[in-house]
């Protein structure tokens, strides 16, 4: 090794570790205020309510799917759940989605009858 690489390469070296150390400590504070920021945030579920409603209404059982909505909802409410309708979603993952009974198959609102789409 000559002279001149004697002099600069342990300040270089020890820039190096430097920027890593303070890169991995940045990274390491970001990701702690994502976690908080993501903790102060409600889990959400959605209920498709326009489709049920249709499906209902051809059966005559729209009062049995607002009861069904205003159980479910609220339900999910008191464990801290925000509810939205579908219908005011651009797109959600599908395990987000609250199903409702298929009323369109039955009269009697069997929950053993329940749509998962």
Not at 16 to 41: D, I
Not at 89 to 109: E, F, K, N
Request: aromatic content about 6%.
């Amino acid at each position: 090794m000559s002279s001149s690489t004697a002099t600069w390469l342990p300040g270089l070296v020890a820039g190096l570790v430097a920027g890593v150390v303070s890169g991995a400590g940045g990274v390491y504070w970001h990701m702690q205020q994502v976690e908080e920021r993501l903790s102060k945030r409600p889990p959400v579920a959605y209920i498709n309510i326009g489709s049920a409603a249709a499906q209902a209404a051809s059966t005559g059982n729209g009062q049995k799917l607002l009861e069904e909505v205003r159980t479910k909802s609220e339900r999910l409410a008191a464990a801290g759940y925000l509810v939205l309708d579908a219908d005011s979603l651009i797109d959600a993952p599908r395990d987000l989605h609250v199903p409702l009974t298929d009323y369109s198959q039955s009269d009697t609102g069997d929950e053993s009858s329940e749509s998962n789409p």
